[in-house]
């Protein structure tokens, strides 16, 4: 292995090593829990170097940012991941490139994605991003209108609803966190008595992720562990 990346691959099994310890130490299985690196920031050259480890997946924040990475990566085989707040005027684009929208929080934007996916000819997965704290800069469906929610997009057969994404509070006091994905959890468990198949929860960053995996986690979103600080 090349010193270009050794670095790399040291870190992706170090934190594959801690989220199976995390698994470990909840009671589960570490093969129920994936990580999806976030590659946000991160340029093709980079990206690349992670493909050459047998990575193939990665989320992104930003529509221009998968926009401009797609094309030099075109070899790649990637499936690229819309983590980040999704606008409906980009809807375009991530029907056209994305494998998956992890945000989905509004019908406006479901339709917009269902119009241009009809257009592609492709269906996606999408998970529903529900808003479990209470800052103001984090995004999602607020937890009492998941329900109609669900029972809308079944309308929309180019979305594949697969489970909930949340971004937990930012704070020092475990409980606090813990609290936003025990309430993701919850959901998802009272949405699939009334008939909604949703085995995946997204939820837990590189911060906080051995408290997400032992709510539930079904997939941890990572990118300073794996890739770095971004500058």
């Not at 698994?23 to 299985?29: L, P, V």
């Not at 340029?43 to 924040?61: K, S, T």
């Not at 800052?135 to 209108?145: A, D, N, R, V």
Request: net charge neutral; with cysteine; charged share 25%.
């Amino acid at each position: 292995m090349s010193t270009d990346t050794a670095w790399l691959a040291a870190n992706w099994a170090q934190i594959r090593r801690r989220v199976d310890d995390a698994c470990r130490e909840a009671g589960r299985d570490p093969a129920s829990v994936k990580i999806l690196p976030v590659s946000k920031t991160f340029g093709p050259e980079l990206i690349r170097l992670a493909v050459g480890l047998g990575l193939h997946r990665f989320g992104e924040n930003k529509v221009q940012e998968i926009r401009d990475k797609a094309a030099p990566l075109a070899d790649c085989g990637i499936d690229w991941v819309m983590i980040g707040h999704l606008q409906t005027n980009k809807a375009r684009d991530v029907a056209r490139l994305a494998s998956e929208v992890q945000s989905l929080d509004r019908l406006e934007l479901a339709e917009a994605l269902d119009r241009r996916l009809q257009q592609e000819g492709r269906a996606i997965d999408v998970l529903v991003q529900v808003k479990t704290s209470h800052e103001p800069s984090k995004y999602g469906l607020p937890p009492e209108q998941l329900p109609a929610f669900l029972d809308s997009l079944r309308r929309y057969d180019t979305l594949r609803t697969r489970g909930l994404m949340t971004l937990a509070t930012h704070s020092s006091e475990p409980a606090e966190v813990r609290g936003c994905f025990n309430l993701l959890r919850e959901l998802r468990d009272e949405a699939m008595t009334q008939g909604h198949d949703l085995p995946r929860l997204s939820m837990g960053m590189s911060g906080d992720f051995p408290l997400a995996i032992a709510a539930g986690a079904t997939e941890v979103r990572i990118g300073t562990a794996v890739f770095g600080f971004r500058s």
